[in-house]
C-alpha cells in the first residue's frame, strides 16, 4: 500500500502507465529498478543538466552481496514529480 501511495504521490500522472509497463516486464520496482530495496544509497543533483522545467538527480544505490547500480531521475520543477527514469551504466 505505501508503495503505491508514494507512486501516486511521487510520480507524475503521465508516466504511471510506462512504469507500470516497466515493472511488468521486469518483474521488479520501477522506481528502485529492483525486486529489492537496496541496503543504502547516495543522491546527487546532476545541475549540467539541469534546465528551467527540469531537475536531474542521480542514485547511487548499494545492494548486499551485488554491485551498485545508478539510476538518473528526471524531476519536474513545477510540481516535483518524477518524470522519467533511466538506468545509467
Known amino acids: 500500500m505505501a508503495k503505491v501511495k508514494a507512486k501516486k ?26 525486486q529489492n530495496a537496496p541496503a543504502s544509497f547516495a543522491v546527487k543533483a546532476d545541475s549540467a543538466k539541469a534546465t528551467q522545467d527540469s531537475a536531474f538527480v542521480v542514485a547511487t544505490f548499494k545492494w548486499e552481496g551485488a554491485e551498485n547500480t545508478r539510476v538518473e531521475y528526471q524531476v519536474d520543477a513545477k510540481d516535483e514529480k518524477i518524470r522519467n527514469i533511466e538506468e545509467l551504466g
Not at 18 to 25: I, N, S, V
Open 9 to 34: 504521490n511521487f510520480v507524475a500522472l503521465q508516466y504511471q502507465a510506462p512504469l507500470a509497463d516497466w515493472e511488468r516486464k521486469n518483474d521488479a520496482d520501477g522506481v528502485f529498478r529492483a
